[in-house]
């Protein structure tokens, strides 16, 4: 066991006895959530005392290197991290918490800039293949640990780009583009393969290929790529869309035009970067990428009204808070406590959305059980309905792999 102090400039703000291994791994969750409750409550982990503490000195490359041994994605982290750790900062308790998350996105902005390369870390190779299917953050994480194990690790993307919903659900405005390489570029860095456009299932390639293939392990990271649907009259046809259908257009720049007045039904995040994004589109704001060519998508699409439709009052609503300030700050008009019952068309054309008030959204055990007042009915005009109600996994392509069961969540059943 070793002595430990945390100083705060030369005012000693916590000193306790830890383990020799340090604070970097997660030894003792008990022990953390008592003594460094922002690296506790990190969902990572992170070193948040180390890492701040080595950037008071100046030594930013020291800094960067401690993040990446619990988080391969500290860029990403930097820009759209929800920031748990804040709300457990100690400083908090007498002032205002350190701004814990601008200082990781200082440090990776300007590890960027700076273009300061990352000394290699000598792994001790094995000989054993590992495919991961699936590019997302989860797939990629998977491959940055087990290639830091020494293993050969393949990732399988469908895609034309690795990121999964970092690339394609987040929009640019939130996310620069060149954030995400960043932090791919030190996966690859360990050895790691990746091949894109190249899907796994029934036709392609299957699982079976690659046991046949020698590959010892097969990691499955598919993620939640189907929409949930609302289930209600005229939900079906041209101006309804899903929200990750929306996000990718945009990103891919072939989105169609919106219509003047968009809907978005849902109240968490995604229907918030789905109604922020919409709302960009007329004010040529945010979009700095040269592919995204703002100017041309603003003639394009031109929403000139954008609201957002959810069962949740505004103060259930699960989006963060600023995101929710974010968006009524843009014009985004918030329509809580409101219950999609019909997509009203005319000619096969979308011309609005019908509501009902919303009387409980979860029931006397707190299962979802959505309640709504007879005889509320309320209509609001629209050209355009996006649909950012939850995601479900796609599974489809798991077809003949009867081995592989199902939980009713459609998710894969894994050992206890």
Not at 78 to 87: H, K, L, Q, S
């Amino acid at each position: 066991m070793a002595d430990i102090s945390f100083e705060t400039g030369s005012e000693v703000v916590e000193q306790a006895t830890i383990p020799k291994q340090g604070i970097r791994v997660q030894l003792d969750l008990d022990w953390l959530q008592q003594n460094i409750r922002c690296q506790h409550r990190c969902p990572a982990h992170m070193d948040v005392p180390g890492y701040i503490r080595l950037i008071s000195q100046g030594k930013y490359l020291e800094s960067y290197k401690l993040m990446l041994e619990t988080n391969p994605f500290p860029a990403v982290c930097g820009y759209i991290c929800a920031r748990p750790c804040e709300t457990k900062c100690k400083r908090g308790d007498f002032d205002k918490p350190v701004s814990i998350d601008a200082l990781k996105r200082f440090v990776t902005d300007y590890i960027y800039k700076h273009k300061i390369k990352i000394p290699p870390t000598k792994i001790k190779q094995r000989e054993e293949k590992v495919a991961i299917i699936g590019g997302g953050p989860a797939g990629l994480t998977a491959a940055n640990s087990l290639a830091g194990m020494g293993y050969r690790v393949t990732v399988f993307e469908k895609e034309s780009i690795v990121g999964g919903m970092l690339m394609w659900a987040i929009p640019s405005y939130r996310l620069p583009r060149e954030q995400i390489m960043f932090d791919v570029s030190n996966i690859q860095a360990r050895g790691v393969e990746i091949r894109t456009n190249t899907p796994i299932g029934s036709p392609g390639k299957t699982i079976s290929d690659l046991l046949e293939e020698g590959y010892k392990a097969v990691f499955i990271a598919a993620g939640a790529q189907k929409v949930r649907k609302l289930g209600i009259p005229g939900e079906d046809g041209e101006g309804v869309m899903d929200c990750l259908e929306f996000l990718k257009n945009v990103s891919l720049g072939v989105m169609r035009s919106l219509g003047k007045k968009v809907i978005v039904v849902g109240g968490g995040n995604v229907a918030m970067d789905t109604a922020r994004t919409a709302v960009r589109f007329t004010q040529n704001v945010g979009y700095e990428q040269a592919e995204m060519d703002a100017a041309r998508m603003a003639i394009r699409l031109g929403a000139q009204e954008v609201h957002i439709v959810c069962l949740e009052s505004k103060e259930e609503m699960p989006a963060f808070e600023h995101e929710i300030e974010g968006a009524e700050e843009e014009g985004i008009i918030l329509n809580p406590s409101k219950g999609p019952k019909r997509v009203i068309r005319e000619n096969n054309r979308v011309v609005g959305l019908e509501t009902l008030d919303v009387k409980s959204v979860f029931d006397s055990s707190g299962r979802f059980n959505p309640t709504f007042i007879e005889g509320s009915e309320s209509t609001i005009p629209s050209d355009t309905v996006i649909l950012a109600v939850g995601q479900t996994p796609d599974a489809s392509w798991l077809e003949g792999r009867p081995e592989i069961e199902l939980t009713p969540r459609g998710t894969i059943k894994i050992d206890d």
